[in-house]
C-alpha cells in the first residue's frame, strides 16, 4: 500500500464521528493527533527525503517528538485559523508581545487573520507564537 494511502487509513480508523448543526456530520480527530500520524510514516519514507512539504512539518520536531519550544515569528507564518469545538472560540496561543522596548510574554487569540486580546486587534504587538501542545494522555 502507498505511503499516503496508509496514512489515510490510520488517521480514518483514529478518527471519532460528530453529528454538527443542521443535521451534517465529521470526522474529528485533534491535529495533534495527525500530525503524530504524518510524521510516524514520513521518517522511515525515503521517497519524500527531499520533498518541501515534508521540511516544513518537520520544523519544529526532533527525532519524532515535537520540541518544547519552538518559538515562529509572524513574518514566517501565522497559526491556522481553528475555531476551539466546545466554545466555538477561537483557539489562544502563547505569544511574545513587543511593547517599545519590553518583550512580555501574553495569551492572545488567533481567528480572522488577527492577534485578539478582548475584543481589540494586537497585531502590532506579537512578534512571534508557540504552537499549541497536544492534550496530555496517559501513558501505557
Known amino acids: 500500500m502507498h505511503e499516503l ?7 480514518k480508523s483514529s478518527a471519532v464521528y460528530a453529528e454538527v448543526k443542521g443535521g451534517y456530520g465529521a470526522v474529528c480527530l485533534p491535529v495533534g493527533a495527525i500530525e503524530r500520524i504524518i510524521n510516524k510514516h514520513m521518517n522511515g519514507n525515503a521517497h519524500c527525503g527531499e520533498c518541501s512539504r515534508r521540511k516544513w512539518y518537520q520544523k519544529g ?72 501542545p497536544d492534550p496530555y494522555r496517559k501513558e501505557g
Do not use: M
Not at 494511502?5 to 488517521?11: A, M, P, R, S
Not at 485578539?116 to 494586537?122: D, K, T
Open 61 to 132: 520536531f526532533e527525532d519524532g517528538k515535537k520540541s518544547k519550544e519552538k518559538w515562529i515569528p509572524v513574518e514566517e507564518r501565522l497559526p491556522e485559523e481553528k475555531t476551539n469545538p466546545v466554545t466555538q472560540d477561537f483557539y489562544e496561543y502563547q505569544v511574545t508581545a513587543k511593547f517599545q522596548d519590553i518583550e512580555d510574554i501574553r495569551n492572545y487569540k488567533f481567528g480572522n487573520g488577527h492577534w485578539w486580546h478582548g475584543p481589540g486587534i494586537v497585531d502590532q504587538y506579537v512578534v512571534a507564537w508557540l504552537p499549541r
Open 5 to 11: 494511502e496508509k496514512i489515510l487509513e490510520e488517521v
